[in-house]
């Protein structure tokens, strides 16, 4: 393998094992390289017979990293991080002087976009961008604000997570539906069309645990499912359904009436909402007032 200054493999090869590592799968490594597996598995074995020693071990199922993969994994990623912050950092220095939040469809409609609206009624010189997205890598490089369910898997070590708030679960339906179903218990409930939400963020709360929370056992209806929650919530306010819903990230629907709360069956969530950025002693003062702002209308 060619070497260069500083002695270092060509730079694919690592990006490459770094990427498989932190998703543990060369095809989800692919996916995100924009590559072939074997191209990711190429790369791997040329790294691998470059170090003379197994990076991952195969197996039919997947791959595991080895020890001696784990100890570059770990000094790649820090050193991965610093870079993306320096160009980050180099970036901010070209452009306009923006913050930069991300957010999925349905935290920006209903939780961000209000605050945001009310901000910029005493901070209209600070300027932010969403950026809306429901797939999110939390080990990669972190816009400079991020709101999300759950706390993150695979955390970077330089990433501060605020908890914003905790929620309940109930189930939401159209005002129509409601009137329709007199029998709001939770048997009645899972006899009904259920709204499922199937996301790749796998941290979401479904159905089925609702129920179990309940302590309900038996089947439930399985028939409507749809891959973006603000899609779910459109759903079910036009009548198609029940949607589990996040009680306080859906007070805005519920003070206009446009989705109520079946029965009184409320469950406590499993996970909080929380605001990432990463920490950083040089933090811009228009990004801390945000933070603040944000932090503060939680309390």
């Known amino acids: 393998m060619a070497r260069r200054h500083y002695n ?10 770094e990427t498989s590592a932190r998703h543990a799968s060369f095809k989800k490594a692919a996916e995100e390289l924009g590559v072939t597996p074997g191209a990711v598995s190429h790369q791997i074995k040329s790294l691998e017979e470059d170090l003379n020693l197994l990076l991952f071990d195969r197996h039919y199922r997947g791959v595991e990293i ?33 913050i930069t939040f991300a957010a999925s469809t349905a935290m920006s409609a209903l939780w961000l976009t209000p605050r945001l609206t009310q901000f910029w009624k005493t901070h209209g010189d600070i300027s932010v961008d969403q950026h809306v997205s429901d797939i999110f ?14 706390y993150p898997r695979n955390p970077r070590e330089d990433m501060q997570a605020d908890v914003l708030f905790w ?13 329709l179903h007199k029998d709001t218990s939770v048997s009645a409930i899972a006899k009904m069309p259920l709204i499922h939400l199937t996301a790749k963020d796998e941290r979401w709360t479904t159905w089925r645990a609702w129920f179990d929370a309940t302590g309900y056992e038996g089947d439930i209806k399985d028939n409507i499912h749809v891959n973006n929650y603000m899609i779910a919530l459109l759903m079910a306010s036009e009548g198609a359904g029940v949607v589990l819903g996040w009680k306080k990230l859906l007070k805005p629907m519920l003070e206009k009436n446009e989705l109520v709360i079946m029965g009184d069956t409320v469950i406590p969530a499993a996970k909080a909402f929380y605001l990432l950025y990463a920490q950083d002693n040089d933090m811009d003062d228009k990004l801390k007032t945000l933070i603040h702002y944000l932090l503060a209308s939680e309390q």
């Open 8 to 17: 270092l493999p060509p730079l694919n090869t690592l990006a490459a094992f």
């Open 66 to 98: 080895t020890k001696e993969g784990q100890l570059l994994f770990s000094v790649l990623q820090h050193s991965f991080a610093d870079i993306s912050k320096v160009l980050n950092n180099l970036r901010k220095s070209t452009e306009t002087e923006s």
């Open 137 to 150: 890598d939390h080990s990669r490089e972190l816009p400079d604000l991020r709101v999300t369910y759950g």
């Open 167 to 179: 929620d309940e679960l109930v189930a939401v339906c159209s005002p129509e539906f409601y009137a």
